[in-house]
């Protein structure tokens, strides 16, 4: 299985980038704005993710743990034999946060290709969240 983990310092309370990563349903639009057009429900606990280039991901909520700013979700589709993804929050002083985006999946060459991709999306989702200004609601 391959692991692909970035980390990013963001210059906001953690408080309030939780609120925005923990939204199941509407946090990619919040994080991703531009890079994602549509995010909905399906069935319970599986959302369908709308790309800006008309690319549809379906993902399906595993935990979310609010105590400890993580939440987990899988990519499903063809695509993929198996795949974890996580965020977690962690304070860093009062109005910084780090947050921590891992990808667990299957098959390993996937990886690369999640490399490019989460290092493309981490600075639109750092721009986003940080203050002064909340990430935005839909």
């Known amino acids: ?19 925005a ?8 639009l919040r994080m991703g704005p531009g890079v994602f057009t549509g995010s909905r429900l399906v069935e319970p606990g599986v959302r369908e993710l709308t790309f ?15 105590q400890a700013r ?27 946060s780090r947050l921590v985006w891992t990808h667990d ?5 996937l990886t690369g290709w999640l490399s490019t991709a989460m290092d493309q999306l981490l600075p639109v989702f750092q721009k986003a969240l940080r203050s002064p200004g909340e990430a935005q609601r839909p």
């Open 1 to 19: 299985m391959g692991t692909v983990s970035r980390e990013i310092a963001i210059d906001a309370a953690p408080e309030k980038v939780w609120d």
């Open 70 to 96: 993580r939440m987990v979700w899988g990519w499903i589709g063809d695509e993929v034999e198996h795949d974890n993804t996580s965020m977690q929050v962690f304070a860093d002083g009062t109005e910084r």
């Open 21 to 28: 990563i923990s939204d199941f349903v509407n946090g990619p």
């Open 105 to 109: 999946t299957l098959p390993d060459e």
């Open 52 to 66: 800006a280039d008309g690319t549809v991901a379906r993902e399906r909520l595993i935990s979310r743990d609010e």
